[in-house]
């Protein structure tokens, strides 16, 4: 059983950074592919990243590629989402999750996830 701990989030002025951080407990996060989704008022929950369990594959939601910068420390069970050149679009709560590594595709499905961190809200002001 993996617990996971989102942090870093806040509210930022449009063009500014963050950066999101995912803690994994209880198990070895690095026999999970990590990603993140965000959900915004009335809205579902939406892929933004995804990382495999090794580090060396990474995919991205169109809207966020060259923004967003997806990534993962297995020595330190952490996962990571550089967040620049924000935009008000941006805002929502994000959340981390966890997918086996034997797991099939639609990765940007998040019934296909197995794990989920509290949430982590993200405010980007105009």
């Known amino acids: 059983q993996v617990q996971l701990g989102e942090s870093g989030g806040g509210l930022v002025q449009a063009g500014g950074s963050l950066r999101l951080s995912c803690t994994a407990s209880g198990g070895f996060f690095s026999n999970y592919h990590a990603g993140w989704f965000r959900q915004a008022p009335g809205k579902g929950r939406e892929f933004v990243a995804l990382i495999n369990w090794i580090g060396d594959s990474t995919y991205y939601l169109d809207s966020v590629k060259n923004r967003f910068t997806i990534s993962r420390d297995n020595a330190k069970n952490t996962l990571y989402l550089q967040m620049d050149s924000l935009k008000p679009e941006d805002t929502a709560v994000y959340y981390c999750?966890?997918?086996?590594?034997?797991?099939?595709?639609?990765?940007?499905?998040?019934?296909?996830?197995?794990?989920w961190g509290q949430g982590t809200q993200v405010t980007i002001s105009s």
């Open positions: 999750a966890a997918r086996g590594r034997s797991s099939g595709g639609g990765y940007y499905r998040p019934e296909t996830y197995n794990y």
